[in-house]
């Protein structure tokens, strides 16, 4: 855990180093436990899907923002605490997303349900609708939610499997990726496409979201005053922490199944998300204080700038990771999450 002071506008840190973790021995995961249907029904009884979206997001920098209230001349100052993660590129990320893939389609077969080959997905006329209303992989996006008592921000990586588009209709959530990146404007293609090209495929279309964050932050800000004679000094303080939480989160994993009665009609259709955080046990993190030391001010500048600085943008405090060891245990557990989304879809009659 990284704790951080703020005694009027200066950051205090301590460091630590996070090391191996070491895996625990719950018992299997069910998905009667963690998996959530918001819309009934799964793939129904159908035996053939079609992928038509599968990527990955990372929440390489998270932040958030406290305010020490409103008080005489430090009306409505509030500081933001930014937490990067190193080591995790777009390569990482690519293999990342095309193993969760090929491990999602192995289950899938393993559960008697047919994939439909992406070359006849790609042949597909409204597939192809799809692919141009979607968002191309990478893709680099910022978040920020809340007010200034609670104000959640982040920078994600997307990046997609096997070169498919990045569809976010049915995906976004309050939290992890409340934004569409503009694709409601493009809503009808992929609302009334997506039905469509289940219909003529006959086959549901599933579009798939893994998200993946490292951390957990906590911070609170208050203000004080003290008198002085005739003089009354008024400050602001911060405390700040960031604990190691390697998951993949709740809402925003998840699995959204189009057109699994093959009506053609919008309104048939299916989600699956994550009800709790799944954990990433065994990773090898560190962690090192950074060179963001100072209160910010507005968080979502903060965040623009984050977005468009890229990875260079300095932060409050570092985690960094071994790539062959997340590969290793994101893959790991990101395969678990796949394969009881897998039971809770093909599960007849699913609620």
């Known amino acids: 855990m990284f704790k951080t002071g703020l005694i009027p506008f200066a950051l205090l840190f301590t460091s630590v180093h996070l090391g191996a973790q070491t895996p625990a021995s719950p018992p299997p995961p069910s998905a009667a436990e963690y998996i959530k249907i918001q819309e009934a029904g799964g793939i129904g009884a159908n035996k053939r899907v079609a992928i038509s979206s599968f990527f990955v997001q990372f929440v390489r920098d998270q932040g958030i923002e ?12 509030s500081a933001t605490y930014f937490t990067q993660t190193r080591g995790v590129d777009v390569a990482l990320l690519q293999t990342l997303a095309d193993k969760l893939y090929d491990g999602f389609v192995a289950d899938l077969k393993a559960a008697g349900v047919e994939v439909v080959p992406q070359s006849e997905l790609d042949a597909n006329p409204n597939y192809q609708e799809i692919r ?18 609670d104000k959640h921000m982040a920078v994600n990586m997307l990046v997609s499997a096997k070169g498919l588009p990045i569809v976010l209709n049915g995906l976004i959530d309050k939290k992890w ?23 003529t495929l006959q086959a549901p279309l599933l579009a798939v979201r ?11 800000g208050w203000g004080s005053s003290a008198q002085y004679g005739n003089m009354i000094l008024k400050s602001a303080s911060w405390e700040f922490e960031t604990d190691p939480l390697p998951r993949f989160v709740e809402e925003g994993t998840a699995v959204f199944v189009n057109g699994p009665n093959l009506s053609g009609l919008p309104s048939s259709r299916s989600l699956l998300t994550l009800s709790k955080p799944f954990p990433v046990p065994g990773l090898e993190l560190s962690g090192v204080k950074g060179e963001g030391a100072s209160a910010r001010g507005s968080g979502l500048l903060g965040a ?18 071994q790539p062959a060891n997340f590969t290793a245990q994101v893959t790991k557990s990101g395969s678990q999450v796949l394969g009881l989304f897998v039971q809770a879809m093909t599960t007849q009659g699913a609620k």
């Open 66 to 77: 406290r305010s020490a209230g409103s008080f005489g001349m430090f009306q409505a100052q």
């Open 132 to 149: 141009k209303a979607g968002t191309a992989s990478p893709f680099i996006d910022n978040v920020e939610t809340g007010v200034r008592k």
């Open 304 to 321: 623009l700038a984050r977005g468009a600085q890229g990875a260079d943008a300095p932060a409050d405090a570092y985690i960094d990771i």
């Open 210 to 220: 893994m998200t993946v964050s490292m951390i957990e932050q906590k911070g609170k």
């Open 177 to 199: 990726l409340p934004g569409d990146n503009g694709q409601s404007m493009r809503g009808m293609t992929l609302v009334l496409g997506s039905a469509t090209a289940a219909k």
